[in-house]
């Protein structure tokens, strides 16, 4: 039979309300965190998040909407993003919108029923009127565009709220490169979003350096060099 946090009260002698307030990350005195770690370790102890949800109202879980979780980029976001969750004690719930904006609000819903903390959305398209949902659960959304190829559309995206952007213009060249992505970082700084710019290809079609078995693909990787010129001169 699994261990309950009576059998810690049992071992250590505290009581109930200060092992609860432990166990929901309270601060309790230094002697008592001892007790109370040295009995879940002997217990082998293990907290019960759906009960611990219902007394905090969080669930330590992260919403992810993705448009198309076969894209390289997508991948790599969430790759980076469940290590750093994990690092807080997060874990994330991912959902793939498979570039469908009748799904994409589908997903959503589907996250508010399972109570996630916050939503993080690499969105489908411009429309945000799927958030209203979120919005009246009183549920955090930081929303992401992807890709923006054009100034208006990254101007668009900020003008309806989106957390951060993205503005490609790696197929200009660096000069050209830096300066349109410094011109927008300044305007997404204005309206309190952040930015990403791109450098090279990363290669999401049959065309590209990891798509085709007859180019070498570190023609493509980027100069760390050019990498952190590009930081200093757009920041």
Do not use: W
């Not at 217990?43 to 992260?62: P, Q, S, W």
């Not at 079609?205 to 180019?215: L, Q």
């Amino acid at each position: 039979m699994a261990a309950t946090i009576r059998d810690i009260k049992k071992r250590t002698g505290l009581s109930l309300a200060t092992i609860s307030k432990y166990l929901n990350g309270g601060n309790v005195l230094p002697e008592n965190r001892i007790l109370i770690e040295e009995a879940i370790n002997e217990l082998h102890y293990e907290v019960n998040e759906l009960a611990r949800g219902l007394v905090t109202h969080k669930t330590k879980t992260i919403g992810v909407l993705v448009y198309d979780i076969q894209c390289l980029f997508v991948g790599s976001m969430l790759h980076y993003l469940g290590m750093e969750l994990h690092k807080k004690g997060y874990g994330m719930l991912i959902c793939d919108s498979c570039n469908d904006e009748k799904l994409q609000k589908e997903n959503l819903q589907f996250l508010l029923s399972r109570k996630v903390d916050g939503i993080l959305v690499f969105a489908v398209g411009m429309h945000g009127k799927f958030l209203h949902a979120a919005k009246k659960a009183n549920v955090p959304v930081v929303i992401h565009l992807d890709h923006g190829l054009k100034k208006e559309t990254c101007l668009k995206a900020l003008e309806l709220g989106f957390s951060s952007i993205m503005y490609d213009c790696s197929t200009d060249s660096y000069e050209d490169n830096v300066r349109k992505v410094k011109e927008m970082a300044d305007i997404a700084h204005s309206y309190g979003a952040t930015i990403e710019g791109e450098l090279g290809h990363v290669g999401d079609n049959p065309d590209s350096a990891e798509g085709s078995s007859h180019i070498n693909p570190a023609d493509f990787y980027t100069d760390p060099k050019m990498a952190k010129d590009f930081v200093d001169k757009t920041v």
